[in-house]
């Protein structure tokens, strides 16, 4: 079946960087708009950033500046580079492949990003 594997989280300090990975299978990746998400603990789960199929793209005002999100449809694979970490991005990130119509909805397992001194 469809399905998208996160990789690239880990531990880095304040003002560091890391490049998520979403690698996508059994799908027509050049057709879905993919995005990432985050959730910290306590929270409820937020889009960072998105990229359309159209190649539209739309960042959360957290993320403007220092993330940037951009895909490879011949790997069928999306990445979010994070730069200039600060402690509140703490979360699990998560990949989201999405088509419609019809709703048809694809998320990864979730990577955990912790940043801290």
């Known amino acids: 079946q469809a399905q998208l594997v996160e990789s690239g989280g880990g531990l880095v300090q304040p003002g560091g960087s890391l490049r998520l990975s979403c690698a996508a299978s059994r799908i027509a990746f050049g057709i879905f708009d993919m995005g990432w998400y985050r959730q910290a603990a306590g929270k409820q789960r937020e889009s960072v950033a998105s990229?359309?199929?159209?190649?539209?793209?739309i960042y959360a005002d957290s993320a403007k500046g220092r993330f940037t999100i951009f895909r490879d449809n011949a790997k069928k694979s999306v990445y979010l580079q994070m730069n200039s970490l600060k402690p509140e991005n703490t979360a699990v990130y998560f990949c989201?492949?999405?088509?419609?119509?019809?709703?048809?909805?694809?998320w990864g397992q979730g990577t955990l990003v912790t940043v801290s001194s």
């Open positions: 990229l359309g199929s159209s190649g539209k793209i």
């Open positions: 989201n492949a999405k088509f419609s119509p019809p709703n048809f909805e694809v």
